[in-house]
Structures are given as C-alpha cells and as structure tokens.
C-alpha cells in the first residue's frame, strides 16, 4: 500500500499559478505509477495528469499547455504544476498511485489517494 500526503496553496486568481505536491510513502516509490485527478461536486474523479508506463506524460486536453506533472524520486514526492489558471481548474485535486501491473496494462485501476486538495481560481 502507499500513502499520500498532499501539500500546497489552494487558492489563486484566474491566470495565476500554484503548485500542488504529494509525498509518497509506504512502498518504494519506483514500485508505482503516479499520478493527479480532480473532482468537482457531485462528478467523478477525473484524470488530469499521469506518468504512464514508460514514464511519459499523459494530460487531459482541458490542461494540456497549462499543468505540468513532475517528480522526484530522491524526495518521494509528485508535483503539479499549474500555471494559467482558470476558474473551471476550481475542484478538489488528487494525488493518487498504481501498481506497476495496472499501469502496465492501463486497467484504470488506481488504488491509493492523497486527501484531496481544494483548489479555488476566482475570476
């Protein structure tokens, strides 16, 4: 199992940035593929940025030029970048992690979650 802990600032005004971190723990972090979802109320989690397989990165359409996903190993630790926010970013964001199989086979299973982050873009 892995443990997520997220951290950052949650609150920004639209076409500003904050960074969202996660740090990982219980399992080697190399033992997992990572990623970061978002939930709006009421809807299911999304995904919005993942490592694949091959540690390529793979973004929702809606994001794509705007977040950027990145690790350290070293430190255990996923980052989400967000630069250009707009107010539709507004949701709870996720850190969450798979095994290496159901990265592999992309089965969209994802079984460990941060706590969730909310993250307000004001117009």
């Known amino acids: 199992d892995m443990q997520l802990v997220e951290s950052g600032v949650g609150s920004v005004q639209a076409g500003g940035s904050l960074t969202l971190s996660c740090v990982a723990s219980?399992?080697?972090?190399?033992?997992?593929?990572l990623g970061w979802f978002r939930q709006f109320p009421g809807k299911k989690r999304e995904k919005v940025a993942v490592?694949?397989?091959?540690?390529?990165?793979i973004y929702v359409d809606s994001v794509k030029g705007r977040f950027t996903i990145a690790e350290d190993n070293a430190k255990n630790t996923l980052y989400l970048q967000m630069n250009n926010l707009k107010p539709e970013d507004t949701a709870v964001y996720y850190c969450?992690?798979?095994?290496?199989?159901?990265?592999?086979?992309?089965?969209?299973?994802?079984?460990?979650w941060g706590q969730g982050t909310q993250v307000t873009v004001s117009s």
């Open positions: 969450a992690a798979q095994g290496l199989y159901d990265c592999y086979t992309k089965s969209g299973v994802w079984d460990d």
């Open positions: 219980g399992k080697p972090y190399d033992n997992y593929c």
């Open positions: 490592f694949d397989s091959v540690h390529d990165t």
